[in-house]
Protein backbone atom coordinates (compact mmCIF):
# COMPACT_ATOMS: atom_id res chain seq x y z
CA UNK A 1 0.00 0.00 0.00
CA UNK A 2 2.28 2.76 -1.23
CA UNK A 3 0.29 5.28 -1.82
CA UNK A 4 2.49 8.62 -3.43
CA UNK A 5 6.31 7.80 -3.25
CA UNK A 6 9.03 10.59 -3.21
CA UNK A 7 12.55 9.88 -4.44
CA UNK A 8 15.24 11.19 -2.85
CA UNK A 9 14.48 12.32 0.34
CA UNK A 10 17.64 14.89 0.42
CA UNK A 11 19.18 16.08 -2.46
CA UNK A 12 22.07 18.52 -2.53
CA UNK A 13 23.10 21.02 -5.64
CA UNK A 14 25.53 23.08 -7.00
CA UNK A 15 24.14 26.27 -8.55
CA UNK A 16 23.21 25.58 -12.67
CA UNK A 17 22.88 21.84 -11.71
CA UNK A 18 19.78 20.14 -12.86
CA UNK A 19 18.04 17.29 -11.61
CA UNK A 20 14.68 15.48 -11.45
CA UNK A 21 12.41 14.62 -8.16
CA UNK A 22 10.59 11.71 -8.93
CA UNK A 23 6.97 11.01 -7.92
CA UNK A 24 4.32 7.66 -8.27
CA UNK A 25 1.94 6.89 -7.01
CA UNK A 26 -0.51 4.15 -6.93
CA UNK A 27 -3.96 4.43 -6.46
CA UNK A 28 -4.98 5.51 -10.19
CA UNK A 29 -5.41 8.98 -9.19
CA UNK A 30 -5.71 11.62 -12.19
CA UNK A 31 -4.90 14.79 -10.78
CA UNK A 32 -0.96 15.05 -9.19
CA UNK A 33 0.47 17.84 -8.17
CA UNK A 34 3.57 19.18 -7.20
CA UNK A 35 4.09 22.17 -4.05
CA UNK A 36 7.12 24.01 -2.18
CA UNK A 37 7.25 24.43 1.37
CA UNK A 38 8.73 27.19 2.50
CA UNK A 39 9.02 29.06 6.14
CA UNK A 40 6.23 31.01 7.05
CA UNK A 41 4.93 30.95 3.03
CA UNK A 42 3.09 28.09 3.20
CA UNK A 43 2.60 25.69 0.48
CA UNK A 44 2.86 27.24 -2.87
CA UNK A 45 1.48 25.22 -6.24
CA UNK A 46 4.25 24.72 -8.99
CA UNK A 47 2.64 22.55 -11.68
CA UNK A 48 -0.31 20.35 -11.60
CA UNK A 49 -1.55 17.47 -14.45
CA UNK A 50 -5.01 16.60 -14.70
CA UNK A 51 -4.22 13.01 -16.49
CA UNK A 52 -1.75 11.77 -18.71
CA UNK A 53 -0.33 14.14 -21.34
CA UNK A 54 -2.29 17.13 -19.79
CA UNK A 55 0.10 19.38 -17.51
CA UNK A 56 -0.41 22.92 -16.12
CA UNK A 57 1.20 26.04 -13.88
CA UNK A 58 0.63 26.80 -10.62
CA UNK A 59 1.24 29.81 -8.59
CA UNK A 60 5.49 29.51 -8.47
CA UNK A 61 6.48 27.43 -12.08
CA UNK A 62 9.63 29.71 -13.23
CA UNK A 63 12.48 27.54 -13.14
CA UNK A 64 10.38 23.97 -13.18
CA UNK A 65 9.41 22.02 -15.81
CA UNK A 66 6.90 18.46 -15.46
CA UNK A 67 5.49 15.96 -17.82
CA UNK A 68 3.03 13.63 -17.66
CA UNK A 69 3.58 10.17 -19.82
CA UNK A 70 1.50 7.94 -17.46
CA UNK A 71 -1.03 8.23 -15.18
CA UNK A 72 1.08 6.69 -12.64
CA UNK A 73 4.31 9.45 -12.72
CA UNK A 74 4.63 12.85 -12.30
CA UNK A 75 8.14 13.95 -12.38
CA UNK A 76 9.55 17.29 -11.29
CA UNK A 77 12.60 19.12 -13.38
CA UNK A 78 14.95 21.88 -12.51
CA UNK A 79 16.70 22.94 -15.28
CA UNK A 80 19.48 25.04 -13.60
CA UNK A 81 19.02 25.38 -9.97
CA UNK A 82 19.41 28.47 -8.18
CA UNK A 83 19.57 29.26 -3.90
CA UNK A 84 16.32 30.13 -4.28
CA UNK A 85 15.13 27.00 -4.84
CA UNK A 86 16.18 25.39 -1.74
CA UNK A 87 13.20 24.04 -0.50
CA UNK A 88 10.99 20.91 0.88
CA UNK A 89 9.47 19.35 -2.18
CA UNK A 90 5.98 17.68 -1.70
CA UNK A 91 4.20 15.27 -3.98
CA UNK A 92 0.10 15.03 -4.06
CA UNK A 93 -2.61 13.25 -5.84
CA UNK A 94 -6.25 12.92 -6.10
CA UNK A 95 -9.39 11.16 -7.52
CA UNK A 96 -10.80 14.54 -9.83
CA UNK A 97 -13.44 16.34 -8.57
CA UNK A 98 -13.54 19.13 -5.82
CA UNK A 99 -14.35 17.12 -2.72
CA UNK A 100 -11.47 14.83 -3.46
CA UNK A 101 -8.58 15.39 -0.49
CA UNK A 102 -5.03 15.14 -1.28
CA UNK A 103 -2.75 12.29 -0.87
CA UNK A 104 1.16 13.56 -0.27
CA UNK A 105 4.20 12.14 -0.50
CA UNK A 106 6.73 12.44 2.58
CA UNK A 107 8.77 15.01 0.58
CA UNK A 108 12.27 15.81 -0.80
CA UNK A 109 14.64 18.43 0.83
CA UNK A 110 16.32 20.25 -1.56
CA UNK A 111 19.76 22.50 -0.50
CA UNK A 112 21.20 24.78 -3.95
CA UNK A 113 24.58 25.82 -2.87
CA UNK B 1 -8.28 32.64 -8.64
CA UNK B 2 -8.64 31.28 -5.41
CA UNK B 3 -6.78 32.47 -2.15
CA UNK B 4 -6.67 31.51 1.20
CA UNK B 5 -5.47 34.09 4.08
CA UNK B 6 -4.35 32.30 7.65
CA UNK B 7 -4.23 35.65 9.89
CA UNK B 8 -2.80 33.07 12.89
CA UNK B 9 0.90 32.88 12.18
CA UNK B 10 1.68 31.42 15.65
CA UNK B 11 -0.96 30.17 18.23
CA UNK B 12 0.98 28.89 21.95
CA UNK B 13 -1.61 27.47 24.17
CA UNK B 14 -1.74 25.78 27.46
CA UNK B 15 -3.07 21.93 27.33
CA UNK B 16 -7.03 22.13 28.17
CA UNK B 17 -7.27 25.56 26.37
CA UNK B 18 -10.18 26.28 23.83
CA UNK B 19 -8.35 26.77 20.35
CA UNK B 20 -9.74 28.64 17.34
CA UNK B 21 -7.43 29.21 14.03
CA UNK B 22 -8.77 31.68 11.49
CA UNK B 23 -9.31 31.21 7.93
CA UNK B 24 -10.53 32.93 5.39
CA UNK B 25 -10.83 32.59 1.51
CA UNK B 26 -11.11 34.68 -1.57
CA UNK B 27 -13.25 33.00 -4.26
CA UNK B 28 -16.97 34.10 -6.24
CA UNK B 29 -17.92 30.44 -6.61
CA UNK B 30 -18.65 27.01 -5.22
CA UNK B 31 -15.65 26.19 -3.00
CA UNK B 32 -14.07 22.94 -0.78
CA UNK B 33 -12.03 23.99 1.74
CA UNK B 34 -9.88 21.72 3.37
CA UNK B 35 -7.79 21.93 6.99
CA UNK B 36 -4.33 19.86 7.32
CA UNK B 37 -2.34 19.18 9.96
CA UNK B 38 1.54 18.29 9.47
CA UNK B 39 3.73 17.05 12.73
CA UNK B 40 7.19 17.45 13.11
CA UNK B 41 9.03 15.67 10.12
CA UNK B 42 6.09 14.36 8.52
CA UNK B 43 4.23 15.26 5.53
CA UNK B 44 0.37 17.05 5.91
CA UNK B 45 -2.68 14.96 6.98
CA UNK B 46 -6.04 15.54 6.32
CA UNK B 47 -8.26 17.29 9.15
CA UNK B 48 -11.49 17.28 7.73
CA UNK B 49 -13.11 19.27 4.97
CA UNK B 50 -15.80 20.93 3.25
CA UNK B 51 -18.27 20.67 0.20
CA UNK B 52 -21.53 20.85 0.83
CA UNK B 53 -24.01 20.43 3.35
CA UNK B 54 -23.82 21.18 7.28
CA UNK B 55 -21.76 23.97 7.57
CA UNK B 56 -20.41 22.89 10.88
CA UNK B 57 -18.39 19.52 9.84
CA UNK B 58 -16.20 17.33 12.73
CA UNK B 59 -12.98 16.02 11.71
CA UNK B 60 -10.70 13.92 13.45
CA UNK B 61 -8.99 13.79 16.55
CA UNK B 62 -11.45 16.31 17.75
CA UNK B 63 -11.30 19.39 15.29
CA UNK B 64 -14.00 20.96 13.73
CA UNK B 65 -14.79 23.63 11.80
CA UNK B 66 -17.35 25.89 10.58
CA UNK B 67 -18.28 27.24 7.35
CA UNK B 68 -19.61 31.02 7.08
CA UNK B 69 -20.23 31.67 3.68
CA UNK B 70 -21.08 35.34 4.18
CA UNK B 71 -17.80 35.57 6.22
CA UNK B 72 -15.48 33.64 3.59
CA UNK B 73 -14.37 31.80 6.62
CA UNK B 74 -13.76 28.46 7.84
CA UNK B 75 -12.28 28.75 11.27
CA UNK B 76 -11.24 25.43 12.59
CA UNK B 77 -11.77 24.80 16.25
CA UNK B 78 -11.12 22.29 19.46
CA UNK B 79 -12.32 22.58 22.65
CA UNK B 80 -9.38 21.61 24.84
CA UNK B 81 -6.19 20.83 23.44
CA UNK B 82 -3.46 18.51 23.89
CA UNK B 83 0.37 18.07 23.89
CA UNK B 84 -0.09 16.01 20.88
CA UNK B 85 -2.04 18.50 19.07
CA UNK B 86 1.72 20.70 18.04
CA UNK B 87 1.98 20.73 14.39
CA UNK B 88 1.73 23.32 11.83
CA UNK B 89 -2.19 23.53 10.22
CA UNK B 90 -2.99 24.53 7.18
CA UNK B 91 -6.08 25.64 5.23
CA UNK B 92 -7.25 25.31 1.51
CA UNK B 93 -9.42 25.89 -0.73
CA UNK B 94 -10.46 24.36 -3.92
CA UNK B 95 -13.08 26.41 -6.43
CA UNK B 96 -14.26 25.00 -10.18
CA UNK B 97 -10.66 23.88 -10.85
CA UNK B 98 -8.66 20.64 -9.63
CA UNK B 99 -6.07 22.74 -7.92
CA UNK B 100 -5.54 22.98 -4.44
CA UNK B 101 -4.18 26.53 -2.86
CA UNK B 102 -3.18 26.62 0.44
CA UNK B 103 -2.75 29.23 2.92
CA UNK B 104 1.04 30.47 4.77
CA UNK B 105 -0.17 28.45 8.06
CA UNK B 106 -0.30 28.24 11.92
CA UNK B 107 2.04 26.60 13.70
CA UNK B 108 0.65 25.50 17.22
CA UNK B 109 2.78 25.19 20.41
CA UNK B 110 0.81 23.55 23.28
CA UNK B 111 2.53 23.45 26.60
CA UNK B 112 1.84 20.53 29.21
Known amino acids: NAGVTQTPKFQVLKTGQSMTLQCAQD?????MSWYRQDPGMGLRLIHY???????DQGEVPNGYNVSRSTTEDFPLRLLSAAPSQTSVYFC????????????FGNGTRLTVT | AQSVSQHNHHVILSEAASLELGCNYS??????LFWYVQYPGQHLQLLLK??????LVKGIKGFEAEFIKSKFSFNLRKPSVQWSDTAEYFC??????????FGTGTRLQVFP
Open chain 2, 27 to 32: YGGTVN
Open chain 2, 92 to 101: AVRGNTDKLI
Open chain 1, 27 to 31: MNHEY
Open chain 1, 92 to 103: ASSTRGGPSPLH
Open chain 2, 50 to 55: YFSGDP
Open chain 1, 49 to 55: SVGAGIT
